[in-house]
């Protein structure tokens, strides 16, 4: 595979939003949703990729595209180097689209009996289809379950069972689409490791992981693509993402001592955007945070005013931003 697993460009896509059912038959008469607008990723080849954003803001109509379950309206798809624009089917032969609910299984059947089926519609070989969907449900570990209806299993255990019908079809791109979803915070810590290492450290994979969790989008990926109404606001690594919110405004000044006084006088001066004092509680000494126009400039007179009134200063350092901050931020912006 290349270095860029996926490359997208000018990707864009609409949805008729029809308010009758003559709207439907009459395409003129219906109003569009724009799911997706020029969005351009490039997704580098064996980590995990994390497509983060609200519902609704085009993550999943994304990720079908680059599946070829939805065709885009415009816009080029470029795959393991690959062209694949014009030829959307021939996608399934290096990309696997792993949904996240859990009515993409049939709960009537078995764990086993659900593989067997989905091994058929991948076009797995007949005589592999035994051994494959043995090997994919010990890799998830549901082998003792297997002969159980989905029907009785829990919501990790389906979400495993989902990882191991993308599995079935052995290619180099999964697209996991929110899979921890509805999980309590200790299954989804462990399909986390699950995903890390033995989809990409020991299987190779390149994950394109869409998720609206933030905890989970650090932990797990490389880089991120923030989405906002269709569109990615910005991509890089979630420590590049976090500094666009001017995180070089905001410190925190531990105190053994403060003066009620000086907070006032702190509180007009020119500059200071954001004052927020935290009481010992405790602790051993106060914490004052504040975002400052100029900090350079800022952060010495204030030093110096908590210092004259008998304040203590014991530290001063910057508040680096957080994921969810520049998520925030970058959304006020769209």
Not at 289 to 308: C, F, G, S, Y
Request: charged share 20%.
């Amino acid at each position: 595979m290349s270095e860029i697993a996926i490359s997208v460009r000018d990707l864009a896509k609409r949805f008729p939003q029809s308010t009758s059912f003559r709207g439907v038959l009459t395409f003129w008469n219906n109003h569009y949703t724009t799911a997706l607008d020029g969005v351009e990723i490039d997704v580098p080849a064996g980590g995990i990729f994390g497509m983060l954003g609200a519902n609704g803001v085009g993550k999943t109509t994304l990720l079908k595209i680059l599946a070829g379950l939805v065709v885009a309206d415009r816009g080029t798809l470029t795959v393991a180097g690959h062209n694949l624009t014009q030829s959307p089917q021939r996608l399934k032969g290096f990309v696997t689209y792993v949904p996240g609910e859990e009515r993409s299984m049939y709960w009537r059947l078995t764990g086993v009996e659900n593989l067997q089926l989905f091994a058929v519609l991948y076009e797995v070989p007949r005589q592999q289809v035994t051994r494959r969907v043995a090997e994919v449900l010990e890799v998830v570990g549901l082998s003792e379950a297997a002969g159980r209806r989905v029907a009785t299993y829990s919501t990790g255990m389906k979400q495993r069972l989902s990882i191991a019908r993308g599995l079935l079809s052995d290619t180099e791109i999964m697209l996991l689409d929110e899979p921890t979803r509805g999980l309590d915070p200790v299954s989804a810590r462990q399909l986390w490791a699950f995903i890390q290492d033995e989809l990409v450290e020991r299987r190779g994979r390149t994950i394109v992981l869409a998720t609206h969790n933030m905890e989970e989008a650090a932990t797990l990926c490389g880089q991120v693509a923030i989405m906002h109404r269709g569109r990615v606001r910005a991509c890089g690594s979630v420590a590049s993402i976090a500094s666009l919110v001017n995180a070089d405004k905001h410190y925190r000044i531990e105190l053994a001592t403060l003066d009620s006084l000086a907070m006032q006088e702190l509180s007009q001066m020119t500059g200071v955007l954001s004052l927020e004092c935290s009481p010992p509680n405790g602790h051993a000494h106060y914490s004052l945070e504040l975002t400052l126009e100029h900090p350079e400039v800022l952060i010495p007179q204030v030093v110096r005013k908590l210092a004259m009134s008998g304040g203590q200063v014991l530290e001063v350092k910057k508040v680096e931003a957080s994921l969810s901050e520049a998520i925030e931020a970058l959304g006020k912006e769209g």
